[in-house]
């Protein structure tokens, strides 16, 4: 149970850890595989968790347990990440939060168990406690169902073509557990625990030399005012992304930075939201920085591939100020992206 704790920062680092730790009745910060959901009721549905770009469903990046201290409502808090891999996209980002009081339908009252349940291994569970059914492909909410065996759950058609190609066609109506027979249909990103750490209160100092850069070769024709505007531009661009740098030298593997209502730190002066850019929540509350995603995260996920692929310089991620509780269910919140690009 890898959980963040408000009002510091924190960083966040990728590590291996058995199967068991990275269940639900654990509460885990994790990366990749499949989603370990925290309620059961009110999950994201298909139309949620589908790319608002190019329709297509998008695979589970990452989870945070985030419970708020003092929230009665909030002692079980998780985020859910989600990104589109499917290129030429690769580019819709969705984010979702829940919360659990104590006292819940779900989990016991008492803490997780430290060591592994007997039946502890690598089968995957596609239906949860409350009988909602989990796409074979994704393990997202999976109300479609194989029309031949009617025991194969997806979420959209696009998985379950994924599913018949990649070996359900030869088991279809033969396997009684179908769980045991689950493909790797190379749709999920390789799974991994967040191991949550204090930053160290000590950076590195920042160099002033790179603060007034050297302009060298031709300037052709350009006006004296248009020199020295872009100039600065380029000084102050330089001297944000060596002080994203310098912020992160001193542990240069975390993926990412959770501070709740602290200032995420920005790759570039480009495309850095004003307050205008965050919408509010539905229950009228601002939204306010929660978490940052790192482009470390990348190495990760093994996501490189000819052509487009997943990317990005830096994932802010806003969340309800409040922290409103609507029921047991999920509510999308916001995510920022900064690309690499946007660096000078």
Not at 26 to 40: C, D, I, M, N
Request: hydrophobic content about 35%; overall charge negative.
């Amino acid at each position: 149970m890898a959980l963040v704790r408000a009002g510091a920062a924190e960083l966040g680092f990728a590590e291996e850890a058995p199967a068991w730790r990275l269940r639900s009745n654990q509460f885990p910060s994790k990366v990749g595989g499949r989603p370990a959901w925290l309620g059961e009721a009110g999950l994201p549905g298909p139309a949620e968790l589908a790319c608002s770009l190019c329709g297509r469903p998008l695979a589970f990046v990452l989870q945070l347990y985030a419970p708020l201290p003092g929230r009665a409502d909030a002692f079980h808090r998780g985020l859910f990440l989600f990104c589109c891999r499917a290129p030429p996209c690769c580019a819709g980002l969705r984010v979702f939060r829940n919360q659990l009081p104590r006292k819940n339908d779900f989990y016991s009252h008492e803490p997780p168990p430290e060591e592994p349940p007997p039946e502890a291994g690598e089968s995957v569970c596609l239906q949860l406690k409350s009988g909602a059914h989990l796409c074979r492909v994704c393990g997202c909410l999976g109300p479609k169902t194989c029309s031949r065996c009617r025991q194969a759950h997806y979420c959209s058609k696009d998985h379950q073509a994924v599913d018949w190609r990649s070996g359900h066609k030869q088991v279809c109506g033969k396997a009684d557990n179908l769980d045991n027979t689950v493909p790797d249909h190379n749709f999920l990103f390789p799974e991994f625990e967040i191991v949550i750490e204090t930053e160290d209160d000590i950076t590195p100092e920042v160099s002033e030399k790179d603060d007034e850069p050297e302009i060298i070769g031709s300037m052709g024709e350009a006006p004296v005012d248009e020199l020295d505007s872009m100039a600065k531009h380029e000084s102050r661009e330089d001297k944000i992304f060596q002080e994203f740098k310098n912020k992160i030298a001193l542990e240069p593997e975390q993926i990412l930075r959770y501070g709740r209502g602290l200032a995420p730190i920005w790759i570039s002066g480009e495309n850095v939201p004003e307050e205008e850019n965050i919408p509010g929540c539905p229950c009228g509350a601002k939204r306010i920085f929660e978490f940052q995603v790192m482009p470390q995260l990348l190495n990760y996920l093994k996501a490189d591939r000819l052509g487009k692929s997943v990317d990005w310089g830096v994932l802010a991620i806003y969340t309800c100020a409040e922290s409103c509780s609507l029921g047991t269910g999920y509510t999308e919140e916001f995510v920022w992206k900064q690309d690499v690009n946007d660096t000078p």
